[in-house]
């Protein structure tokens, strides 16, 4: 079984073709030749920008010499109506301060602090999975901002603002694309910007959502009341250099970024796991074995978490099939040499991981969907050299740990008690704010035989 891959662009095309393509889908607008291709250039109408898949280039982007290759300040263009200048978006000293006082909170012992809210969320998500034919979209994107809400500000999602900033998330993300025109072209400071009327408010609305759980959060820090969670954590940490803490406003951008970052890009893997091992129901047994062997319960830890090896393979090769940002867009600061050719100053520089998770000559089956790759030791040099699902290099992200702890867990906890099997048709991979399916990711649950038969 081959997973379902969007079809891709053949031959070249015009400015007018990206504009309209790119809003509507990206991956389908690239060119199919980019699965096989070291390097690609494209030079339309104001477009400059060189698409790198060379693990040499990627590194020396990434790693090597980051601050030669800032982020492109188009990426902006299209998040600002929600994201404000968060950490994902700025650069230099704005980005290093804000760094030096988010790292502390995701760093040492807390991914064991915040276990029991991670599997709190996780049975929560598995006892109320609904049965017969659903789209695992809303179901994953519940589940990701359940773990959000708790491990941030020590609520469910069922609590009242958190609900309401979960609500007109979904509504946000299914209006705003991940290219915008402003991401496309040079617009000056003046020109009025390319975002849709809803695109807008329901940014504003989660804005507004989020600065009342901040403002709350930021009397119980006063009062000496707040619990000890990632968002007391966050706001009460100075920065070293300055010593000064985020303002009121620069934490709203922040919980804008961690509620995007760490709800959508989980629930798009989360969706796209679980439909996989639907697709593959041998998978799905040994999963479910594992999870009941390891008898996850109330009383869990992160050692028992640590048993669930064939779920973190699934979840890692979910990951490179279906790398929830596909894309990353960096900026030549100066004139550079790339594969012999010149990058002048001003040029946009992509990485992505779609293609590099997805090259034919850096992975073996490489559009097969083989959880065994992970074991396999002559697969290690693929996974150092193109395996970048949450980027690499100083801006890799700080909830990686999180998101690799809550992944396997939720898909544990789901399969030790329900069969998923697939429908007639399979999903078709969209980006828009992540990967998504086109009209959403079906399947069909079932009870699980409790005595492990495997059949329902």
């Not at 991914?111 to 179901?139: K, N, S, Y």
Request: aromatic content about 8%.
């Amino acid at each position: 079984m081959i997973p379902p891959k969007p079809a891709s662009a053949e031959g070249r095309t015009g400015f007018f073709h990206y504009l309209r393509n790119f809003r509507r889908d990206l991956l389908s607008a690239m060119p199919a030749r980019l699965y096989r291709a070291w390097m690609a250039e494209f030079r339309t109408g104001p477009i400059h920008s060189f698409l790198c898949n060379d693990p040499e280039l990627v590194s020396r982007v990434l790693r090597d010499s980051p601050d030669d290759f800032p982020k492109s300040n188009r990426l902006r263009e299209g998040l600002a109506p929600l994201l404000g200048r968060s950490v994902f978006v700025t650069n230099g000293e704005e980005w290093k301060r804000q760094r030096r006082i988010i790292d502390p909170a995701f760093e040492g012992g807390r991914l064991r602090e915040v276990f029991p809210h991670i599997l709190e969320a996780a049975q929560r998500a598995a006892a109320t999975l609904p049965q017969g034919e659903v789209d695992l979209e809303p179901i994953t994107s519940r589940a990701a901002a359940d773990v959000i809400f708790r491990t941030l500000f020590s609520v469910p999602i069922e609590d009242e603002t958190a609900a309401s900033v979960f609500s007109a998330f979904r509504a946000h993300q299914e209006e705003q694309p991940i290219v915008n025109a402003g991401a496309l072209l040079p617009l000056p400071r003046w020109f009025p910007r390319f975002h849709s009327s809803r695109t807008r408010r329901t940014a504003a609305q989660i804005r507004q959502l989020i600065e009342t759980m901040v403002d709350a959060r930021a009397k119980q820090i006063a009062d000496g009341t707040a619990p000890d969670d990632l968002a007391t954590k966050i706001m009460t940490t100075p920065d070293p250099v300055t010593g000064q803490t985020f303002t009121p406003r620069e934490m709203v951008d922040q919980v804008a970024i961690f509620f995007l970052a760490g709800h959508e890009t989980s629930a798009s893997a989360l969706a796209w796991a679980l439909w996989l091992l639907a697709a593959n129901p041998d998978w799905q047994d040994r999963i479910a074995s594992e999870a009941s062997a390891a008898l996850l319960s109330d009383n869990s830890t992160m050692s028992d978490s640590s048993k669930l090896n064939l779920s973190r393979s699934v979840f890692r090769e979910a990951l490179r099939l279906y790398p929830p940002v596909p894309m990353m867009v960096r900026e030549a600061a100066c004139p550079v040499t790339f594969r012999q050719r010149t990058v002048p100053k001003g040029a946009q520089i992509v990485i992505s991981p779609w293609h590099l998770h997805r090259h034919e000559r850096l992975w073996q089956n490489p559009d097969g969907f083989d959880p065994s790759r992970w074991e396999c030791p002559a697969a290690k040099k693929s996974v150092r050299n193109a395996y970048i699902p949450f980027s690499a290099g100083n801006r890799v992200c700080p909830g990686a740990g999180f998101a690799m702890l809550e992944g396997p867990l939720i898909l544990s906890m789901i399969l030790r008690d329900y069969r998923l099997t697939v429908t007639e048709t399979p999903p078709v991979p969209v980006a828009r704010l992540t990967v998504r399916g086109q009209n959403g990711i079906k399947v069909m649950i079932s009870p699980r035989d409790p005595r492990g038969s495997g059949h329902p």
